[in-house]
Every structure is written in C-alpha cells, then in structure tokens.
C-alpha cells in the first residue's frame, strides 16, 4: 500500500526541520558505539566495584562475552501499576544467566501516580518527575557498565521519562516491558455517573468511596485509556515493546514468557552480536510519526502532546504541533476506548488490540512499515499476536476482522475519519484540543468567559450556583512556569455537570487537562501562558471567547484586550511544601508546552 499524501508530507518536513539536530544526535550516538562495549573502558578497580554484588555471576562479568543488561525500574508497593515490576528483575537475570549473559538493576526512578495526587498538592510535581525519571535513569546507566538496557515503567510521566533517557544512552539497545493491566472491575462510565452525582451533592462520600475502589481494585495500570494505557500503545507503534505485550494481565504465565523474552531479546541485539539494534536507530523521524498515528487511530490522552515533543527533542527529532494535527486530520478513529466509549482496556485487547490496528493501518497506508524495532527491522511484525504453544512463546498473525466492532473498528469503516486532536491558534495564544469525544455540536463555543486562578475557585463557584448560562471558564496560571501545570481532572464531574443540565460549557487554560476529560470541550497547553506575558493573563470576567474546533481557532472577541496590564497574583504559596522548595529551578528554567514543557531536552 501506498504511503498516505499526508503522513508523507509531515514526515518530510519533520525530517528537514530536525537535520542539523538529528545528525548531531547521530554522530554523538556513532562515537559512543564505535568505543566498543562498555566495560572495556573500565579499569580494574572500576570493574571490582561494580561486580562485588553478583555472586556467582562475576565469572560470566568478567569475561564480557554474553551481555550484561542494565535494569532501569519505577518499581514501587504502593501504586498498583508499578506493583508486579517486584519480581520482574528476578526473572530477568535468571533468563540473561540462562543464555549467557548477566543482568543488574542499575537504578531506580520515581514513579508517582497521578490518581493519588489528583487536586492535591503533589500534583505541582507531577510533570517535572518526568525530567527528574530521565535524569535518574541517566545516573543508573552513567556506570558505564552494560551491553544493554530493559526499562520497567508504565504511567503517566515514567515512560516518557525513561524514553527521554534511553535516548540519550542510545548507543545502548534498550527493551520496555510493561506490567499490565488490572482486571476489569466497576464499568468507567459507571464510576464516572457517581462522581458527577456527588459533585452535584445527590450521593455522599461513603458510595464515592465505594465506587473508587471498586474500579481500582488490585495491581496494574488503571483499565481506562488515559495517559498510562496511551504510553503502552506509544512503546508498542514505536517498536521498543515485544509485539501484542501492552494489554496483557500482571500475574499471568503470558506476562512471565514476555518479560523473559523480553531479557533475552535485549541480550540478541547487543553490540557484541550481529543483531545490533542501537535505540538511536528506532527513535528516528518515521517511528515518532507512526506513534502520533497510533495516538490518533486510538483517541489517546493529550498529555502525550507534550510527551511525545519532548521524547523527540531527545532523539533530535523536531515535533510541532501542526504536525500532531494534521496526522489527526488524516487519520482515522478506530477505537472507542473510555473515555471515548464504555470499554475498558481489557475489552479493546480482547477485541484485537494494538495489532489489530497496526496491521490495518499498515494495509491504509498510515504507517511507515519500514522502521526499525526491537524485534527486527519492519511494523510489520507487530502485526502477530503473541501465543503460547506448549509452554513456549511464539508470534502468529493476528486476525484481520475486529473481534467487536462497538469497541475497534477498520480503518475503512471507523468510528470518525479524524482522530479528534486539534491546534488551536489565535490571538490567545498557541493551544490544543481533543474533540474524539465531544459531541459535534459542542465544537464550537461563543460565550462570555469567567476567570480564575484556582480548580478550586471553579469548584467554589460551582457549590454557589454561579453557573446559570452559557459560560467559558479560564483556568489561568496553570502552566509549567507558575506552578508546574498539574492537571485540573477535578473540574471534568463538574463541567459535566453543567453541560448536562443545558448550559455550553468550555474550558480555556495555560494548564494541563488529561485525556479523561471526555465530552468537554478544553483547550489546554495554551502558551504563552499567563506567567509569560500571554494574552490569557489580561483576561477579565466577562471578555467573550470563541473556540472553534472546527477551524481551529482560539480568540479573545472583546476589544481592546491586548493594551490591559497582564494580572500578576501573588504565586509564592506555589514555592514550597510537599516538596515544592527542591523544584524552583524546575519551574524557573521551564520551556513552553508547544516544545514538550521540558527542562532537559
């Protein structure tokens, strides 16, 4: 099948957007491969230190010859995705020792959830953990002492975290093995119905409660696809997952064969054999491109917009968000998956999954099938499922019709032609938003706007019936710069609200909103944002603002806006506890969400 016009030309022009930074990139990753496997560079006491841990495998270290893997982990007891990595290093090196090589855990990273920090506090750190995993990830592999990396993470910013990290080290081949998801527990849309009940005071805490823990019930990702279940799609179109691994259940013998072939592969593709596969040569222009259609083709979170930009500055690709719209405008919706329908994860897997769709959009012409992965060279051996027969993994192709049409869908025949993600310009600025989910006559909103600086003065406003006609609501000093731009998740229930009851409804913000945000309206990651002299900072209560998705505008109506003084409100309560005082430096040296929000790349 013929490449698609669109893919085509977006490609081409990343590609000579991102020359002068993609060949210094390659060049650097050239030199550190040419110097031949790392230990060699060690001197002997260098060497004694770093194998005084390994028992019985010292002899295997100091001999070289069958690849020691680097094991960069974000396991943690206390977040159920993060869980079953416990026992992931064991079963690792038992497989390197098992073909000859050897396995250390080289660090971990920090993974926090971002369900437990939701409208709290921690939330302030939740995007900046994401250069803090990159960087930590650096220190564990700077030890100069492996032929090989696997990498253990799943949410939101740890797999964009260690992908900007094992960019960085690419050189080194590098592996992702995911944990999987829970088993499905109370429906989405169920659990969505009580917490809007309780915004609007019909339920109290005790069925909330009930109703939380109902839904996340046992170890594993959470089975709605929000920004976790969007990071294993992204690994898995991008090639640094084994194929059909992103879905499968923790505590299955599935889950065990592909974490120890997983172990084994990072072993074959070493710099010691003949199957060299350097990450650098996965992370290339065409890879990114096939991950934006797979975000796309699935209605993925918005908060890969950000991730995504900053995972290819790593690699010296150069994303903008033209880009990421126009291969929306040209790729079609496949999945419904919640919050853009009533599956789960577990039942989009069961349905044909991620190979399912990339053997369609391979035959559409959507993706490029010539891209390097972990398992070869070709997407299309991501098309095949994986199998055991008889206690052994293997790879068969996966069925050409989808296994439930209401969940996953041909790209002939899809759910809508457009993936649903938007650009927004305009003299408010440079923003984002998803429509995958929002009703078509909702794509357009004109109404007078309501300003605040807190999710938590909306929800005030909320609880006074303030709300009682058409309103836009700006959520202002929200971005990377003024408090580390949190999620504002909290004001969907009632939004939702409001839009149910009648009223047209948006939100407009410098801060984030997570793909959960469902059947809103939001325009999000608008920048400048307020702290940098953005037009979003001289707003005022009554300014009409028109956000049309359609044409993809974002404008401030009133006249006159532009000549106000901008509001600067006092931010020093956004400097300090849980652990805001370590993270100035963070807000302070911030790039803008249009280039990933990143402080290291």
Known sequence: MQLNATIQDVTQRIIARSKNSRSTYMARMRQAAEEGPRRAHLTCGNQAHAYAAMEDDQEPMLDGQGGNIGIITAYNDMLSAHQPFKDFPDLIKATARANGGTAQVAGGVPAMCDGVTQGQVGMELSLFSRDVIALAAGVGLSHNTFDAAVYLGVCDKIVPGLVIAAATFGYLPGIFLPAGPMPSGLPNDEKAKVRQKFAAGEVGRDALMAAEMASYHSPGTCTFYGTANSNQMLMEFMGLHLPGSSFVNPGTDMRDALTNYGAKRALEITNLGNDYTPVCDILDEKTFVNGLVGLMATGGSTNL????????????????????SDISDATPLMARVYPN???????????????????????????????????????????????????????????RETQNDRILRPA????????????????????????????????????????????????????????????????RFQGPKSNGMPELHGLTPILAVLQDRGLKVALVTDGRMSGASGKVPAAIHVCPEAVDGGLIGKLQDGDVIRLDATQGTLEVLTPDVQSRASVMPDLSDNSHGIGRELFSIFRQTAGIAADGAGVVV
Do not use: C
């Not at 995504?308 to 990421?324: F, S, T």
């Not at 938003?433 to 005030?460: G, N």
């Open 305 to 324: 917009v950000i991730h995504i930009i900053a995972m290819a500055r790593a690699a010296g690709v150069l994303l903008d968000l033209q880009d990421l």
């Open 341 to 399: 329908g009533l599956a789960d994860v577990n039942h989009f897997h069961a349905a044909g999954g991620l190979t399912y769709m990339i053997g369609e959009l391979l035959d559409a012409g959507l993706l490029h099938p010539d891209t390097r992965t972990v398992m070869g060279d070709g997407l299309g051996l991501y098309a095949r499922d994986p199998k055991l027969r008889d206690g052994q993994l293997t790879w068969e192709d996966a069925p």
């Open 412 to 475: 002939s025949d899809p759910f809508a032609p457009e993936g649903g993600l938007k650009q927004l310009t305009g003299n408010l600025g440079r923003g984002v938003i998803k429509v995958s989910a929002v009703a078509p006559e909702r794509h357009i909103i004109e109404a007078p706007a309501r300003i605040f600086q807190t999710q938590d003065e909306v929800k005030a406003a909320f609880k006074a019936g303030e709300f009682t006609s058409d309103t836009i609501v700006v959520v």
